[in-house]
């Protein structure tokens, strides 16, 4: 199981959180959000060593985010909004996909992704709204996804044993305000949903 970082506003925190052994980075590329980063002035993400950097776009054009992707050097690109999904073609499926949990039945959204993006089952956008996981019943068999929304150090273990997902996503749950991670919540984070992945891999061995 993988962590991802996500709404990083500043350098040090990002390296805070490779330090702390997240396997995946997030940057907010959407103006207007409490976490924008401009890509104009963000050449440090280029820097980062030893975790993917994902970029975040909602309902921005493909020019646009394949210029921010090639400029930054982006291992990811997920998309958060109503784009198409024909533009999976184009990014590869490396791609993170929001999917609306609370929307009509999610798994075969999710299912209908897989293999050309990662889902990322996510009732909000960075506000740490918290979710019921329990309330979608089990995923299908073999399904890699990843889910996001009000997790914490405290409840993340609960997400994982009730869904078993590929990546936990976690932005507001580790910060001391908006885009302003605190490496301390940072590592809690990482500690719990590992030691929570590696527990309950060995429940499942028989």
Do not use: N, Y
């Not at 709404?7 to 907010?28: I, K, M, Q």
């Not at 440090?44 to 975040?56: I, M, N, S, T, Y």
């Amino acid at each position: 199981m993988l962590v991802k970082i996500c709404g990083l506003t500043r350098r040090e925190d990002a390296e805070a959180a490779v330090e702390a052994g997240a396997d995946l980075l997030g940057f907010v590329f959407v103006p207007g959000t409490p976490r924008f980063v401009d890509p104009a002035t963000a050449l440090w993400v280029r820097d980062l060593d030893d975790a993917e950097r994902v970029g975040v776009f909602r309902d921005q054009p493909l020019a646009h985010i394949l210029a921010v992707r090639d400029r930054l050097g982006l291992d990811r690109v997920q998309l958060h909004g109503g784009e198409p999904d024909g533009w999976l073609d184009i990014l590869g499926p490396a791609t993170i996909r929001r999917v609306r949990p609370e929307g009509d039945d999610p798994w075969r959204r999710a299912a209908m992704l897989a293999g050309r993006a990662l889902p990322l089952l996510d009732p909000g956008a960075g506000d740490g709204a918290p979710f019921d996981w329990s309330s979608l019943g089990p995923p299908p068999a073999g399904l890699g996804f990843a889910i996001a929304g009000g997790l914490t150090a405290e409840g993340v273990a609960a997400a994982i044993r009730t869904l078993r997902p590929l990546v936990v996503d976690v932005s507001s749950g580790v910060e001391s305000a908006p885009g302003v991670k605190d490496p301390r919540r940072v590592a809690a984070f990482v500690a719990a949903a590992t030691r929570a992945a590696v527990d309950f891999t060995a429940v499942d061995e028989p």
